[in-house]
């Protein structure tokens, strides 16, 4: 089977799932997404073919729209890519810390096995954290209460520097000059000269910033 058709018969299988709990399909972005009152949360595909085998990678997170709106002015993606950035997003296989996790597909019964693991995932466990993320508290406790230690609810921590700053602001954190320093350090350590020129310019922007 050619991927194209795979993919067909994939989304066939998932889509009125997704749509029962309130997700549309978005072909574009190969990912089903429900908008919020804060952002919006979403699934996200990432199909491959090797030798007659397909192998599903699958991601999911949040986006809040306040973090994204002033983080995204700052950091160096696309026009086009930041309507769509994710505040958090996780595989299921980091999730439930297996590594390097994918489904695989190589026969009728693996297809019918993997939309069956899927939407259970999703039934027990996907779902209930994509609500529970849907909170400027939440971002704001996932991405700053170990600010020395690396995320796992983001994929680039450069970025994630600049949304938990952004996070730390929004939510009237105590402890915003520290980590202000904390992730200065990271990227004085980690970053380019581009992002931490970056930062300074949010970190001067957020002193005078005012949500109301």
Known sequence: MIQSKFETKFYEQLDSFFQL?????????????????NGFQNIIFSISESHNVFWVEVNFGVRI??????????????????????????????FLEKKYFRFKVSNKDDFDLVIQEIRSFFEEKGFAFLK???????????????????CRYL?????????????AKLSDNH??????????????????????????????????????
């Open 21 to 37: 709990h309130g997700f549309g399909f978005l072909t574009d972005q190969n990912q089903y997404r429900k908008s919020t009152q």
């Open 65 to 94: 729209e306040f973090v994204e709106q002033i983080a995204q002015q700052f950091l160096n993606n696309s026009f086009g890519y930041r309507p769509a950035a994710n505040t958090l997003v996780i595989s299921i296989g980091k």
């Open 132 to 150: 529970t993320a849907d909170s400027i508290n939440f971002i704001e406790e996932t991405l700053n209460d170990s600010p020395t230690m690396p």
């Open 155 to 167: 994929y680039n921590q450069v970025h994630r520097c600049f949304k938990g700053i952004v996070a």
């Open 175 to 212: 402890n915003f000059a520290t980590i202000t320093a904390i992730y200065r350090h990271f990227l004085l350590k980690n970053g380019t000269d581009e992002d931490l020129l970056s930062y300074e310019r949010l970190i001067l922007f957020l002193h005078h910033y005012n949500s109301n």
